[in-house]
């Protein structure tokens, strides 16, 4: 060990970011390792050996540890009071004496030793950094620059590391071009043997949420919070806003001057329309809102099994339940109710029905 190996430590923690600490400590312990298989004697034990390296000139020393005791009962680990007041008239039983044992030649026999082991925890720390960093993104959004598509998989560079956006995470419809950026929603980090893994998506509801984060200043402020989110992705979302301010509008602060801010969300995810929805703590109204663009006339809501009738008008219907249902389908997932759907003539026919059977049973009884 000399001063180029400090220097060549110490370029390492400047450009791997890792603790010169951890360097050292991790050199001291495949110093051991090396001193125990190499050169353990009467002297040490694999217990009882200890080394130090001076961070400032790459001296190494290995001290034989041993417990300062009244009576020896074992030489190797255990040194008698007399003895150890003779090197420092301090010592006291039960203290430990350093001794040192380091034999000729033993740094250039214990670096070789030492390369692995510090090559190793290197990695494992650098590993670790990368980790933290990216787990400090999790449900956040991150860009990703798309490197592959492999067995169904699209793998994204996310800098550091690489990403995987899975089959269920893909768009439908959404091609991934090589060089392609794409902003990605951080659903995940594992740590693996293999290194940190980290899982993107560009279906998650949380991709819609935080870009209206990212365009909408009244949602940074917290003036306006997203109350609720429904998607699918690539075709249609519907998001629920709320204003804390009363002076401000949620889904006019949403959609922004001229629709800049919404139209800056629709680009990103690829044309995919999104509807604004004013949320509102009346479960009714929340309700025929979540159905819009259609209108609605009526909503009867029954809290206790968290379903609601609705009726709209006839021309408005289709409008209301949407191509495949998807209309409706979005407002139950928004509202988390059960939403029966019946035009106005469709309610009316029913109403007549049920009138005409409870005439019909009064005549009965009457008869």
């Not at 312990?29 to 004697?41: E, L, R």
């Not at 009576?71 to 040194?79: A, G, L, R, V, Y």
């Not at 494992?124 to 860009?143: A, G, H």
């Not at 929805?277 to 979540?290: G, H, V």
Request: charged share 30%; hydrophobic share 35%.
């Amino acid at each position: 060990m000399n001063l180029e190996f400090i220097d060549a430590l110490e370029e390492i923690v400047e450009q791997k970011g890792i603790s010169k600490d951890l360097i050292f400590a991790t050199i001291e312990d495949a110093m051991v390792s090396a001193y125990k298989k190499n050169y353990a004697n009467q002297y040490t034990n694999a217990q009882n050996v200890k080394v130090s390296i001076n961070k400032e000139n790459g001296e190494i020393k290995v001290y034989a540890q041993k417990v300062v005791v009244d009576e020896i009962f074992d030489d190797i680990t255990e040194i008698s009071l007399e003895e150890a007041k003779e090197i420092n008239p301090k010592y006291e039983v039960d203290d430990i004496v350093d001794l040192e044992v380091t034999p000729k030649n033993f740094g250039r026999v214990a670096a070789q030793h030492a390369k692995q082991m510090v090559t190793q925890r290197i990695k494992e720390s650098e590993r670790n950094i990368v980790f933290q960093e990216y787990k400090e993104l999790e449900f956040d959004i991150i860009t990703g620059t798309i490197l592959r598509k492999d067995k169904g998989l699209v793998f994204v560079n996310l800098g550091k590391i690489e990403g995987v956006i899975g089959p269920n995470e893909q768009m439908k419809g959404e091609e991934y071009k090589f060089n392609e950026k794409l902003k990605l929603y951080v659903v995940e980090v594992k740590s693996t043997p293999k290194g940190p893994q980290v899982h993107v998506s560009r279906t998650h509801p949380g991709l819609v949420k935080r870009l209206f984060e990212m365009e909408v200043p009244e949602i940074q402020e917290g003036t306006v919070e997203i109350k609720s989110i429904s998607r699918e992705a690539g075709s249609r979302s519907k998001i629920a806003v709320f204003s804390n301010d009363s002076e401000i509008d949620p889904m006019g602060a949403c959609v922004g001057p001229k629709g800049i801010r919404v139209q800056a969300v629709v680009n990103e995810l690829k044309n995919e329309k999104i509807d604004i929805i004013k949320w509102s703590k009346d479960p009714a109204e929340f309700i025929a809102n979540s159905l819009s663009p259609a209108k609605v006339v009526s909503v009867v809501a029954d809290e206790e099994s968290k379903s609601a009738k609705v009726v709209v008008d006839d021309n408005q219907l289709s409008l209301a339940i949407g191509k495949e249902g998807q209309n409706v389908r979005l407002a139950a997932k928004l509202t988390n109710w059960k939403i029966d759907i019946k035009s106005k003539s469709q309610s009316d026919q029913e109403e007549n029905l049920v009138e005409e059977t409870i005439e019909d049973e009064a005549i009965e009884t009457e008869e």
